[in-house]
């Protein structure tokens, strides 16, 4: 699946707690069983496995089957959209705030 036919907004996906921290755990380790994701949760198997297939059709987790296992690995390149949202806001307060403190220096003056 690629980014131009993502079934999920990337933002829809991140937006709950637990995929979030699934996000992190995935990112911490190469490739995760579900069996090892289900561990880190008070939840079962299903729940963790709804909250996967939801960033896995925002494109943020890939699986692959081995055996009778499932095994989740992260795919950063969509969180690539949210990090360019958070920069141009991140310009935008850093612009205003050098706007504040230049009116206050001039209010000292």
Known sequence: MTEDNRLRDVFDAIADPTRRRLIRLLAEAEELPLHELTSQFQMGRTAVSKHLAILKEAGVVRDRKVGRETRFRLNAAPLREIQDWVAF??????????????LFEEEEE
């Open 89 to 102: 806001y991140s310009k935008f307060w850093s612009t205003n705030m050098q706007r504040l403190k230049q």
